[in-house]
């Protein structure tokens, strides 16, 4: 099986919150980090239980690609946990998905997360949240602004 391929299914079985399909694209070794809280969880089991208490998000439309083209429907239901995937790359043994989440409050983070396959499965997955900020006015005229 490809990265390409493993990071379309496991995105999916993510998004629709497949877990079961998800704990099959996962290595039994899998561990979670979340180097922002310092917090590491150690596997799939555990995993599925904090994103069942994970307080519901709305996510945004998302689109996929990476080495091979790859697209995934839009995605524009509750999720127990983000994020709809924006953009996905990777090659080797690693693949790399970039979204953003909603939070209930109406605070938005935008999220990276970096996975690792090992053996056609995914045995880690680092993620990082950030808020959106203002640009700054100094460098306004030599940026653009997406929309």
């Known amino acids: 099986m490809t990265v390409s391929s493993i990071a379309e299914r496991y995105s999916e079985a993510l998004f629709s919150t497949d877990y079961e399909r998800l704990g099959e694209l996962r290595h039994e070794d899998f561990v979670a980090r979340w180097p922002q809280s310092s917090e590491v969880v150690h596997g799939h089991d555990r995993w599925v ?24 429907s839009r995605i524009k239901t509750p999720m127990p946990f983000g994020p ?33 396959i090992e053996n056609g499965k995914v045995i880690g997955e680092t993620a990082y949240f950030c808020e959106p900020f203002e640009p700054p006015e100094w460098r306004a ?3 653009e602004l997406e929309s």
């Open 49 to 72: 239980e904090i994103t069942r208490r994970f307080p519901q998000s709305e996510g945004d439309p998302g689109v996929v690609s990476g080495g091979e083209k790859l697209t995934v």
């Open 84 to 116: 709809p995937i924006l953009a996905m790359s990777g090659g080797g043994d690693t693949f790399t998905l970039q979204g953003q989440i909603k939070y209930p409050d109406g605070s938005q983070f935008h999220v990276v997360a970096i996975c690792d």
């Open 141 to 143: 005229d030599l940026v």
